[in-house]
């Protein structure tokens, strides 16, 4: 397996001490599935003293050393190097009230949520738990008993469909089954752990297959879901809908709310903050949904006076969820935005600015940003075109008149 060359570096800094480590987790994962990691943890026997010696010259992040994790930003890269560790006596279905660090890599992996992320590798491949298995046959599934997995850690249960909906995998029918039976332990995480699960979820590839199969788990942290599903086909309009978006955020947030919401703007907006999402998204979302309940039958007028609210790709996300909810051919609407788009909707765009006034001695703002608007309105509305000679030609008439 050819590891990144700095944390090949990282690892030989052990090996100069005789200190084993070990990379793992996720990393691992997505090194065996030819994915591109996106960070990398490591995991090691020796204290977080010996490993805050060992990296005294770098920049390190020491939240975590409680636990056995200490951040170390080596030169261009971050790593989480871990203590070893066996975790105790979980009292609230998501943090363990003991803690001990130990020496054997088998019980620390032991520890991990499912078999593909409780690897490990150090010249070779280190897999108790027969995660490459699960990893070439697709399949999510716990280490150990999943009852116990997900009573220790209510997340996991969201972490299982976010893994499912990324990776495409299925989900192995025990796991599947104590996800069912223990899916109310979800409600034990904080709200931004279940933001960053969910958000993950939302745009894999496998979205299709988790909403359908899984939407009442969902309906743990979103109840709306189970009074707008009643049946199997409501579930997969939303999962068709859903997956059929272009897999960014706020496109997938806005299917999902707007057929889990409709046109109650007021709860999409306080749901989406309930689930700590930022304020920017939350009015994303908002004005999306409103523009899917408004766009039907809008000529050439509506579309720029749209234009000159909404950004065009809101406009065109709120036409595809209304194409998709509707099975309409809206091809040529999407067109005729587009086109639109790149003539003269707001004041950005037009060619005279208010120094171009100022320079005409109308030095009054409230007056600067009148004469703006109307010849704005004028473009929109053809009666003039955005030349910047023929627009001061107009402004110098208004001046005299």
């Known amino acids: 397996m050819q590891l990144p060359p700095k944390i090949k570096e990282i690892l030989n800094i052990f090996k100069k001490q005789n200190i084993d480590a070990y990379v793992v987790g996720g990393a691992l994962r997505d090194l065996i599935l030819g994915r591109k990691p996106s960070d990398f943890d490591i995991a090691t026997p020796a204290s977080p003293q010996v490993v805050q010696d060992l990296f005294q010259d770098y920049r390190l992040v020491l939240i975590g050393i409680k636990h056995g994790t200490i951040g170390v930003f080596f030169k261009t890269i971050y790593v989480e190097i871990t203590t070893f560790r066996k975790e105790e006596d979980y009292q609230d279905h998501r943090h363990p009230e003991k803690i001990t660090f130990i020496h054997d890599l088998q019980t620390d992996l032991s520890r991990r949520d499912f078999t593909i992320n409780a690897l490990a590798y150090n010249n070779k491949l280190f897999d108790y738990f027969n995660g490459l298995q699960d990893l070439s046959q697709k399949v999510i599934r716990t280490v150990g ?87 199997r086909e409501d579930a997969k309009k939303l999962a068709l809908v859903v997956a059929s978006m272009e897999a960014t955020l706020v496109s997938r947030l806005a299917a999902f709310y707007f057929l889990v919401a ?113 010849l704005l309105n004028e473009i929109m509305e053809e009666r003039l075109t955005n030349d910047k000679d023929l627009l001061i030609q107009k402004v110098k008439e208004i001046k005299k008149n």
């Open 145 to 231: 008993n999943p009852f116990l997995r997900f009573e220790e850690d209510g997340l996991r249960i969201l972490r299982a469909l976010r893994f499912a909906s990324t990776l495409s995998f299925t989900i192995e029918a025990d796991t599947r089954q104590a996800i069912f039976a223990r899916k109310e332990l979800i409600l034990f995480s904080a709200y931004e752990r279940i933001n960053t699960e969910f958000s993950k979820l939302l745009i894999g590839v496998g979205i299709y297959q988790v909403l359908l199969d899984f939407y009442s788990v969902l309906a743990v942290f979103i109840p709306r879901i189970s009074e707008v599903i009643q049946h």
């Open 262 to 374: 409709g046109d109650d703007f007021d709860f999409v907006f306080s749901d989406l903050q309930r689930l700590r999402y930022s304020k920017k998204n939350c009015y994303q979302v908002k004005d999306i949904i409103f523009l899917v309940n408004h766009i039907d039958h809008i000529d050439t007028l509506q579309i720029k006076k749209m234009l000159k609210v909404y950004h065009k790709s809101a406009i065109l996300t709120a036409v595809a969820i209304k194409e998709l909810v509707s099975d309409e051919d809206l091809s040529v609407l999407k067109v005729k935005i587009v086109e639109i788009s790149s003539q003269c909707n707001d004041l950005k765009q037009m060619k005279v600015k208010g120094d171009d006034l100022i320079d005409l001695g109308i030095t009054n703002t409230q007056e600067i940003k009148e004469i703006l608007e109307y």
